[in-house]
């Protein structure tokens, strides 16, 4: 067969047009390639894993890096969500944090309690649920019945306490008998044992502080006294018992009696409460048992059960703790076999005297109620130092005590047209966000609610007759009116927005706050004391997926939180404030969504 003959130049172009065309298709089927590997494989997941992780670090090693992102998600100009959390971070609570606190001091349990790091220490992220994270079961079924177990996946209290009914692990859930170390027949039991001596019926008892609460069953089946029991535990070994007591729908936070006194004003409470807490109560010239006296409402009733009392190898223990109490003339009213009751003297009649742990009077210069980051003091409160009626018998019984006006708040300047207003305000609103903005307040999804800025107490106030309770706070620097919420018979504590919140991640259901500009302005300055975006990143943390959150505010302020939200990963929308309200102010309404974290990032 005969060869065509072409000249050299022809016969070499189409082998150079060939392979340059080679070269191109190649490189497209390439970088298409790599896009689907990088978005289908772990691979990608890892790079982008491994990308965040580097974001997270720089902002946490760049105080720059950080205040950059900052005021980008500020402006509204971030336009991803904020990155969220490593895994291992799903309990994460930043001022309670053991690798960090550990190289603390342990005089007096320094260690245990709050030490915050600064923000710009910290790496701007969302903390994430844990792998299988479910829906909560809803109150009431949440007190006895199960909790998931991949949403709390902790399993030593179970495996220690199973036997004295604190909880115990059944497939994928946990379930609570209601027991407890010095209970283990069940909190019911015990309960009745001391309504013997103490009158739980019939509201002269209110409050209550559980103190080192375990899982909170006997603050949970004080419930259907009417009596609102607050309980408190550090952080520990057994690992969330706090988040297993929120997570039941009891009241509960994280707290320790070390070195500070507890965020609470004086004479909070009509009763205290420790079982088995541990908390030596003699030490430090009964520094601790002085704290519980500054708590406790005169007349009130302190129940210490386990050690010391009548315990073996303890009678010294036990001698101490009585004489603390007989050199406040505390009335005993009965020692039933591990069981101690005691009851408060009602007014000045009874002063410290002579007696061997050097017990004085606070003079003028120690504030009763100041309790933020206030080191405890080796004095005893006079009661004549706190204005008003504060006494079990003069104080109105539960509920005549939600509505009347305390002494406390008639005391403070135009308190009782204040209080009043207040609320007659609540009552309007809350009517309105149920009736016309359609808030499910009273569905079996809404238990654990916060009131970040709470004043006087109205919106709790307004709610009493819903099945849920409120954990109202009143910021530090703002004026100190929580004695006034503890004497309506309602709960709360101190707090500096600018820090976060001593609770674990996803412990509340709803979140609501009124001016939250407010809680991080300078007084008497327009500017911040931090960052309205690191507050959000709080709030985000401390709510539960599929959540709600409330807040009244400036439409300015607003419009900057409705930027925000999204960076949050939250759903929002702005609403007009009721009719008949005064001001400027709107409503913007957010739910929080369920996501989940890539499955290589676990």
Sequence with gaps: MGHLNLPASKRSSNPRQWCLLDIVTAAFFGIVLLFFILLFTPLGDSMAASGRQTLLLSTASDPRQRQRLVTLVEAGQHLQPIEYCPAEAVAHMPCEDPR???????????????????????????????????????????????LWHANMPYNKIADR???????????EYFTFPGGGTMFPGGAGQYIEKLAQYIPLNGGTL???????????????????????????????????????????????????????????????????HCSRCLIPFTA??????????????????LVISGPPVQWPKQDKEWADLQAVARALCYELIAVDGNTVIWKKPVGDSCLPSQNEFGLELCDESVPPSDAWYFKLKRCVTRPSSVKGEQALGTISKWPERLTKVPSRAIVMKNGLDVFEADARRWARRVAYYRDSLNLKLKSPTVRNVMDMNAFFGGFAAALASDPVWVMNVIPARKPLTLDVIYDRGLIGVYHDWCEPFSTYPRTYDFIHVSGIESLIKRQDSSKSRCSLVDLMVEMDRILRPEGKVVIRDSPEVLDKVARMAHAVRWSSSIHEKEPESHGREKILIATKSLWKLPSNSH
């Design 100 to 146: 960090r606190n550990s190289q603390l001091s342990r005089e007096m349990n320094f260690y245990r309690e709050r030490h915050c790091p600064l923000p710009e220490e910290t790496p701007l992220c969302l903390i994430p649920p844990p792998s299988g994270y479910k829906i909560p079961v809803p109150w009431p079924e949440s007190l006895h019945k199960v």
């Design 161 to 171: 306490k199973g036997h004295q009914g604190w909880m115990k692990r059944e497939g």
């Design 206 to 272: 209110r409050t209550a502080l559980d103190m080192g609460c375990g899982v909170a069953s006997f603050g949970g089946t004080l419930l259907s006294q009417g009596i609102l029991a607050l309980s408190f535990a550090p952080r520990d070994s057994h690992k969330s018992q706090i988040q297993f007591a929120l997570e039941r729908g009891v009241p509960a936070f994280v707290a320790m009696l070390g070195t500070r006194r507890l965020p609470f004003p004086a004479y909070s409470f009509d009763l205290m």
């Design 284 to 301: 430090y010239n009964a520094t601790y048992f002085i704290e519980v006296d500054r708590l406790l409402r005169p007349g009130g009733y």
